[in-house]
């Protein structure tokens, strides 16, 4: 499992809540199971008393996401180490696959926590994939998204560091909106163009009189 992958912990847990909407789907121990996806075993260590831990790990990984999308850097930075710190890692070598051609392991970096609850395992894997995009990408490749009101965390992969929404799904919405206000505009010139050519028109008959 690459480090990258990660990273999208740090993203589900975010985006378990939309507060311009005032949605929060983290509000069961079912619910944070569910945010360690295919990792049955952390998330079988899950009980009761993580839901009020995760949320307050999810507040502050969203304020890394703000910081990081406001331009600040530093601050982004220094609310992921201050995370870091809190709930470390310890990197491992793993070989669970195995190569196509023979039978030998294929190697690859492993995140082993040492959680004493769900919450400390599932915010040291989260942060460190973080921290890794950050590192290797770059602060300005965390986001929220642009689509009012939504205001999801994503990272940003696109070659040209282009993305501005967190879904296909945000990104056309926007782009409908953004067409109707223009059309809007449009005829708003078109209607005050159209009075002041009246306008004109009235004031010079009244001149020939």
Known sequence: MELAYYSDYAVRLVNSEEPA???????????????????????????????????SVRGRLRAVFEAADGGDETLAV?????????FPVSPQISGHDHRDDDDRPLW???????????????????????????????????????????????????????????????????NVAAYRARKREEADRSQKTGRTAESAQSTARTTDR
């Not at 220094?78 to 809190?86: F, G, P, R």
């Open 78 to 86: 220094d609310l992921l180490n201050s995370l870091l710190l809190e």
């Open 108 to 174: 690859h970096m492993h995140l082993a926590d040492h959680p004493s609850n769900a919450t400390a395992g599932y915010a040291a894997i989260a942060s460190m994939g973080l921290a890794f995009h950050l590192t290797e990408y770059g602060v300005d490749r965390l986001g929220l998204c642009e689509a009012a009101p939504c205001r999801n965390a994503y990272l940003d992969t696109s070659t040209n560091r282009s993305r501005r929404y967190c879904s296909d799904r945000c990104a056309t919405r926007a």
């Open 21 to 55: 909407r005032n949605k929060d789907s983290l509000t069961s121990v079912d619910a944070v199971r569910d945010l360690f996806g295919g990792n049955a075993s952390a998330a079988r260590r899950a009980t009761d008393a993580d839901v009020t831990r995760f949320r």
